[in-house]
C-alpha cells in the first residue's frame, strides 16, 4: 500500500475514543492530528464477538489493535486457570509487546462485549515508517510510553501482549 496512493478511512470513531480514555496508558495526550491521518492509510478495521479471542498467549504475530468500541479481557492461562490481567476498553492498545520484539504472545486477549478495533500491522508500520517517518517515530514513542507505564504495576506488566 502506498500511503501518497491509499485512501484513508475515517478515524474518527477512534480518536474520540482515545481522546476519552482517561487511564495512565492512553496513548491519547501523546499523538497528534498528523499521526492519525498517517496512520489512517495503514490500518485495518476488525470486530469481535463476545468469547472469541483477538490474541491467543503462545502466538507469534506482531499486530497491534486500537479499541474503539467494547471491551476485550486480557488473562494468561496457566495449568487450565485462566488469571484475568486487565480489562481494556475504549481508546486502549492491546498487543504491544509483540509489535516490537519477535517474541511470542504473553497473554491472551477476548472480547467481552461486540468490540470493534483497528489492527496495525508490523508490515502496515514498516510502511508507514518509509511514507511517513516523523508520525512513525512518534506512535513508537507513545506506544514506548504504554510498554513503560504498564510495566509499572504486576497486572500491568504481565498484560503486555
Not at 41 to 58: C, D, T, Y
Not at 84 to 92: D, I, N, S, Y
Request: glycine share 6%; aromatic share 6%; proline share 4%.
Amino acid at each position: 500500500m502506498s500511503y501518497a496512493n491509499a485512501a484513508p478511512v475515517r478515524l474518527d470513531g477512534l480518536i474520540s475514543a482515545v481522546t476519552r480514555n482517561r487511564s495512565k496508558d492512553s496513548v491519547g495526550p501523546l499523538l497528534n492530528r498528523s499521526c492519525w491521518d498517517a496512520l489512517a492509510h495503514h490500518l485495518e478495521p476488525r470486530s469481535v464477538q463476545p468469547q472469541e479471542a483477538l490474541i491467543n498467549q503462545g502466538a507469534s504475530d506482531r499486530s497491534l489493535y486500537f479499541v474503539e468500541s467494547g471491551m476485550l479481557r486480557i488473562y494468561r492461562s496457566d495449568n487450565n486457570k485462566r488469571l484475568q490481567l486487565a480489562v481494556l476498553g475504549p481508546g486502549a492498545v492491546v498487543g504491544e509487546g509483540t509489535f516490537f520484539a519477535t517474541i511470542v504472545r504473553n497473554a491472551s486477549a477476548e472480547a467481552v462485549e461486540p468490540t470493534f478495533l483497528w489492527e496495525l500491522s508490523r508490515d502496515s508500520f514498516d510502511e508507514m515508517l518509509r511514507e511517513a517517518p516523523t508520525a512513525a517515530c512518534e506512535i513508537s514513542l507513545a506506544l514506548g510510553a504504554v510498554i513503560s507505564i504498564r510495566m509499572l504495576s504486576v497486572a500491568g506488566r504481565l498484560a503486555i501482549t
